[in-house]
């Protein structure tokens, strides 16, 4: 049962490995807790699952797995690890779960390592008495689990409530995959910190300076290091109006994220495609506009550069001068947009729209081929890839 | 090992889930890893551990500047060099200059201590993984004394992160994790019941209204914690507020008394003030 529970999780999409699955087992084998399901499953979780965001996956899968779980732990004093064990053994194991013990490093290992961490908590806590290789009729008493396994009993009251606490799904709005929160956007915007040792020489290199201070017989021969500082520069273009509207509040927690992450972070709304003017006041919009030109001029090429929006409009606002919805165009987006990627060779494009509505699309496409296909899903796991490229 | 269980103490409201994992860390020995929102509890959990399990606390409160190291210990070499040009004895027995960090205090007790690493994500990336061995094995090498220190008791280590940096898998794969989750209302009722023991139930029940309500306000740079509702309690019963002034006919219509303690930031009250506003204009 903990075996296939073990591979249900990681086909469930959780990184659980070996390690953390033995200690798991560890903690069964001290039977320290007379345990019933719902502490069973606060235990697994806390060896088991090491983010929060992967909570709620780690429900489903519990609650898929554990269904009637009550029913299947039998009456109050059964011995799951020996259950279990014994079980796993007789039964064997079918050819689909062995290629998969193979795949995860082989049943040797994974029993090796179980082997020998019971032997040393053996020998810490029994003082080396002599289970190992006692053998017996449990296939498994050679290992020197505890025998007496753990209790699963039925105390308390919670088995009458009516939600499972994974039933509940409380965890449900922290999942990567789906929702992007102020929290979990500064984690992938961090990915973009970059230590590099740049600038003046700012702060004492003690080793050196003694080391130095040494071979010059003593005197003081004081060595500087520069200084670590953040040394990321970010040109951020956040998409305004129109069909951003229902995003907007997103690229809002986007924007406040980074601001408090950067010594170096210029932002600038457009709407739609980017053109020959850009604002950073929305209400002033028509009044105050940054000429793109100039901002080409004044931002070094080592700026970083993210576009926001969803780029969802009519082709012709991308391929055609005169194409904008707002003012006449010059020139094509399409045009500024490879000036910007001509100057700013690390740039990414962050797109709100849910990914499957991206193929159709057509503007979506035609950004994204202008992008070079650097364009990514504003969820945090398409916020880590954008990172990734850009760093 | 210790056959007591962490359950809480009597300040400190302690849900199953979180017992759970403190306890599976108790039991094995390995580092615990708590995660939460700001306020939830997370760097006093270590303190009442020790209170509750009845053993000593170490503290190693971690800032961008601090090196694994320094948990270590630490080479006073200016002491030295100053000593050297003074002509001071001391300068021969480099001993004289090694400066004990937390985890060393820790592992020469001889009792089990209960060490909190606090806000581990503040500090360098590199940090978690330079503590791997040390936290693992519970012990370390003093490369200028030649000695292996080894812990008597492998201490109770309660880590904390507010989640400012990603750790790395390695790290994580030693620890036991928990993320302390906002507590809801039924929790809450016991927290406060922790701190003003006999609260008017009419009160707190009208003030965690509005506290939840104020949670909600989609938009808030920075949502009230239980640190500020706890702050807020203290104001509203230094200053008598009866709970009627905090009812929700009233809290449409106004900021709810005091609010300076529930919203710290002025772009927050702001927010909340329009909202207000735009309430009473859709009432009319
Ligand atoms: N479960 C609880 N029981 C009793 N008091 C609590 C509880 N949770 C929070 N508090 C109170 O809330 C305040 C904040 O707690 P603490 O400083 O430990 O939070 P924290 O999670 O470390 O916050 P931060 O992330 O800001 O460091 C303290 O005054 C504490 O007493
Ligand atoms: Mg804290």
Redesign the pocket.
């Given at each position: 049962m903990l075996v296939s529970f073990f591979f249900a999780l990681r086909e469930g999409g959780l990184k659980v490995s070996i390690t953390e699955f033995l200690t798991l087992l560890e903690l069964l084998k001290k039977r320290v807790i007379c345990f019933d399901v719902e502490e069973y499953y606060y235990l697994a979780r806390a060896c088991l699952v090491k983010d929060e965001a992967l909570y709620d996956r780690f429900d489903r899968v519990f609650s898929a797995h554990f269904k009637g779980i009550e029913q299947s732990f039998g009456p109050a004093g059964a011995d799951l690890p020996e259950d279990w064990l014994r079980k796993q053994f007789e039964l064997g194991l079918s050819e689909e779960e062995k290629a998969r013990i193979q795949a995860l490093g082989g049943w040797e290992i994974l029993m090796e390592t179980l082997k020998k961490r019971l032997e040393e908590q053996h020998e810490r806590h029994q003082g080396g008495d002599k289970w190992i290789g006692t053998g017996g009729t449990s296939p498994f008493g050679a290992y020197g689990y505890n025998p007496e396994g753990i209790r699963i009993g039925q105390q308390g009251s919670r088995h009458r409530r009516a939600v499972k606490v994974w039933d509940k799904r409380e965890f449900r709005n922290l999942d990567a995959s789906l929702e992007l929160g102020t929290r979990n956007l500064k984690v992938a915007l961090r990915r973009l910190r970059r230590f590099a040792r740049e600038g003046a020489a700012e702060e004492l290199d003690l080793p050196d300076t003694i080391e130095s201070t040494a071979k010059n017989a003593g005197l003081l021969d004081i060595k500087m290091v520069p200084e670590r500082h953040n040394a990321t520069k970010v040109l951020l273009f956040l998409d305004i109006g129109g069909s951003m509207d229902d995003h907007v509040r997103v690229c809002e927690e986007l924007f406040s994220a980074a601001s408090s992450e950067f010594k170096h972070l210029e932002y600038f709304y457009f709407h739609n495609c980017v053109y020959e003017g850009v604002w950073k006041d929305n209400k002033r919009r028509h009044l105050h506009r940054t000429s793109t030109m100039d901002l080409l001029h004044k931002y070094s090429a080592d700026y970083k550069l993210i576009l926001v929006g969803d780029a969802t409009m009519s082709p012709y606002e991308i391929h055609y001068p005169g194409g904008s919805v707002e003012h006449w165009n010059e020139e094509a987006g399409s045009t500024w947009m490879k000036r910007l990627l001509d100057t700013y060779h690390k740039a990414i494009w962050l797109n709100p729209e849910p990914v499957n509505r991206w193929p159709y699309t057509p503007s979506i496409q035609m950004m994204s081929e202008l992008m070079e296909q650097r364009m990514f899903p504003l969820t945090v796991n398409g916020l880590e890839q954008g990172m990734r490229e850009l760093s | 090992m210790s056959d007591k269980r962490f359950t809480g103490t009597d300040?400190?409201?302690?849900t199953e889930d979180l017992t759970t994992a403190v306890n599976a860390a108790v039991t094995l020995g390995r580092p615990i890893l708590i995660k939460?929102e700001?306020?939830?509890?997370?760097?006093?959990?270590a303190q009442e551990i020790a209170r509750g399990l009845d053993k000593p606390l170490l503290q190693w409160h971690v800032k961008s500047t601090t090196k694994a190291q320094q948990g270590l210990y630490e080479y006073d070499a200016v002491a030295r060099l100053r000593d050297s040009q003074l002509g001071d004895e001391r300068v021969h027995d480099i001993a004289n200059y090694i400066v004990k960090g937390p985890l060393w205090e820790a592992f020469e007790l001889d009792k089990q201590a209960v060490l909190l690493i606090d806000?581990i994500d503040k500090a360098d990336i590199e940090f978690p993984n330079d503590l791997l061995r040390e936290l693992d094995r519970m012990e370390f090498y003093v490369y200028e004394t030649h000695q292996t220190i080894v812990a008597k008791h492998r201490p109770i280590i309660v880590i904390?992160s507010?989640n400012e940096k990603e750790l790395p898998d390695a790290f994580l794969r030693r620890c036991f994790f928990h993320y302390i989750r906002f507590?809801d209302k039924e929790t809450m009722v016991d927290?406060v019941e922790?701190?003003y023991p006999g609260l008017k139930k009419e009160l707190l029940s009208e003030a965690l209204n509005v506290f939840y309500g104020l949670r909600e306000v989609p938009g808030l740079k920075k949502k009230p914690s239980?640190?500020e509702l706890?702050d807020w309690l203290k104001l509203l019963l230094a200053e008598d507020v009866p709970p009627e002034a905090l009812s929700s006919d009233d809290r449409r219509k106004t900021l709810p008394p005091l609010h300076g303690a529930l919203l710290k930031n002025e772009q927050d009250v702001h927010l909340f003030e329009r909202l207000i506003f735009l309430n009473q204009r859709n009432a009319r």
């Open positions: - | 300040c400190y409201v302690a939460g700001p306020g939830t509890g997370k760097t006093q959990l806000e904390t507010n507590p927290i922790v701190h239980t640190a706890l």
